[in-house]
Structure formats: structure tokens, C-alpha cells
T-cell receptor, first 114, second 108 residues
Framework: EAGVAQSPRYKIIEKRQSVAFWCNPI?????LYWYQQILGQGPKLLIQ????????DSQLPKDRFSAERLKGVDSTLKIQPAKLEDSAVYLC????????????FGAGTRLSVL | RKEVEQDPGPFNVPEGATVAFNCTYS??????FFWYRQDCRKEPKLLMS???SGNEDGRFTAQLNRASQYISLLIRDSKLSDSATYLC?????????FGAGTRLFVKA
């Protein structure tokens, strides 16, 4: 069974530029998550989708971050404009049973903002 | 107080040692609990779910104490390959919270 796919694996941009990340969850998983993991910290949930609806985006900095999951399958996360403090690994995860279920993670996108 | 707090690391132990990690959570309505393992520069992967009755998987034992709102992970007979960061995860309804992780180094 294919796992969670993410791209790109690495991205280097300058501050104030924009960037987008893509995620394709495990087939059949209705719940999709985006996390931000800063070095030395645990993953922080940015947004959670159930199918194509948003369940929780309380920690998403909405002035610069946006995410969509238009057809209830793959998803994109965008940052515009990027700040230095956005340097982190952005992890996508999916689960079969919503928030109470096991989450499977993609390999992540490592973002460096210079 | 953080919603999920873990023992500060790192833990440095010799091979064969027994090591225990604790994790406390603040939301008494939390419903499901997990331990994930994260290797350096890799994604988190499920180690085990945590049940009220306690559960064991080989050298790993997880316990949940709802009254005191903490979960624990015990690793027996530590191996070099157990070196990683262990993340406590608490789910309460629609909200998933990861702890900051506890770093474990197992040395020969």
C-alpha cells in the first residue's frame, strides 16, 4: 500500500517569497493533517481536514498560510509571504478514523527561509 | 501549563537498560493516546497505542492513568536501535496534540 506522498522534499526561499507544498494521503483516508515541526519541538497541528471540509485550523496563521483540499483527496499548503520563523519541516499525515485514529505521516518538506 | 508535557531529555542509557518516559496531559476529556517514534530527520511513526488496561508489545509497555492524566512508556532491554525521539500524542475529540518529545540515546 502506498504511503503519504509529499513534495517537494526540500525548499529554500528568501523571506517574503511564496511557497507551496503538496500532499497526497493514503487512499481511502478521509482525514488529512498538516503539521509544522520546528527543530527540537514536537509537530504542531496547523490544519485538519475531514474530506474537503476544515475541522480545525485554530493554529494556522491565516494572514500568511492557506490550505485547501478541493476534491477531498490531495491537499496543498501555501505560505505567502514567508518569514524567517517559518523555517521548519512541514509534515502531512492522514488517518482512516478521524482524530481518534492512527496517523500516518509523509516524509515531510524541509523549508529554509533565508 | 502546556496541554501535553513530556519528560525533558535527553536520556542516555547503556544497552540492556530499562528506561521509562512519562507524559502528562491537561484535558480530562482526551479520548485516545499514542506513542510515536521519530528518528533523526525522519517522520514520526506509530510505536503503540495506549489503553487504560495497559498494553505490551515485546520490550515496550505503555500505561494510561486517566485519574492522574498521564501516560507512560517503558522500554526494557534497550537496544542501540531504540535511539530516537519518543513523542506522546493525545487526541481529544477533534484536536490532536503532540508532546515536544523525549530524546533517547542508547550507547554500547
Amino acid at each position: 500500500e502506498a504511503g503519504v506522498a509529499q513534495s517537494p522534499r526540500y525548499k529554500i526561499i528568501e523571506k517574503r517569497q511564496s511557497v507551496a507544498f503538496w500532499c497526497n494521503p493514503i487512499s481511502g483516508h478521509a482525514t488529512l493533517y498538516w503539521y509544522q515541526q520546528i527543530l527540537g519541538q514536537g509537530p504542531k497541528l496547523l490544519i485538519q481536514f475531514q474530506n474537503n471540509g476544515v475541522v480545525d485550523d485554530s493554529q494556522l496563521p491565516k494572514d500568511r498560510f492557506s490550505a485547501e483540499r478541493l476534491k477531498g483527496v490531495d491537499s496543498t499548503l501555501k505560505i505567502q509571504p514567508a518569514k524567517l520563523e517559518d523555517s521548519a519541516v512541514y509534515l502531512c499525515a492522514s488517518s482512516l478514523k478521524g482524530s481518534l485514529g492512527i496517523q500516518y505521516f509523509g516524509a515531510g518538506t524541509r523549508l529554509s527561509v533565508l | 501549563r502546556k496541554e501535553v508535557e513530556q519528560d525533558p531529555g535527553p536520556f542516555n542509557v547503556p544497552e540492556g537498560a530499562t528506561v521509562a518516559f512519562n507524559c502528562t496531559y491537561s484535558n480530562s476529556a482526551s479520548q485516545s493516546f499514542f506513542w510515536y517514534r521519530q528518528d533523526c530527520r525522519k517522520e514520526p511513526k506509530l510505536l503503540m497505542s495506549v489503553y487504560s488496561s495497559g498494553n505490551e508489545d515485546g520490550r515496550f509497555t505503555a500505561q494510561l492513568n486517566r485519574a492522574s492524566q498521564y501516560i507512560s512508556l517503558l522500554i526494557r532491554d534497550s537496544k542501540l536501535s531504540d535511539s530516537a525521539t519518543y513523542l506522546c500524542v493525545v487526541n481529544g475529540g477533534f484536536k490532536t496534540i503532540f508532546g515536544a518529545g523525549t530524546r533517547l540515546f542508547v550507547k554500547a
